[in-house]
């Protein structure tokens, strides 16, 4: 299984990115939970977002509500994190994430998660 994550780059405060994790070796049904996670220099690795495998229910972090929107395409095998009104704290390396076994209220752990992308950095200039 291989998570390929794509889109991130540098974008001003309040403007808007969508970052992309292509999937290749098993279909997004084949997941319990899909999502993204990210990393701040000197931060510990925090949860974003997260789709259900079959459902397409959507969980994300109170720092994110409102904001950004995860979702999925079944036919390209890809998630995708829309992130609108972006802020320079949300600057940090973006993992996308899989798992097969997890349950609903382990969503926010990154230890539950087995499968994880290279990372891409989104970078937001004040």
């Known amino acids: 299984v291989q998570l390929v994550e794509s889109g991130g780059g540098l974008v001003q405060a309040g403007g808007s990115l969508s970052i992309s994790c292509e999937f290749s070796?098993?279909?997004?049904?084949?997941?319990?939970?899909m999502g993204w996670f990210r990393q701040a220099p000197g931060k510990e690795r925090e949860f974003v977002s997260a789709i259900s495998g079959s459902g397409g229910r959507t969980y994300g972090a109170d720092s994110v509500k409102g904001r950004f929107t995860i979702s999925r395409d079944n036919a390209k095998n890809t998630v995708y994190l829309q992130m609108n009104s972006l802020k320079p704290e949300d600057t940090a390396v973006y993992y996308c994430?899989?798992?097969?076994?997890?349950?609903?209220?382990?969503?926010?752990?990154?230890?539950?998660?087995?499968?994880w992308g290279q990372g891409t950095q989104v970078t937001v200039s004040s």
């Open positions: 994430v899989a798992g097969t076994s997890l349950i609903l209220s382990s969503v926010r752990f990154a230890s539950a998660y087995e499968y």
């Open positions: 070796g098993r279909t997004l049904r084949d997941f319990r939970f």
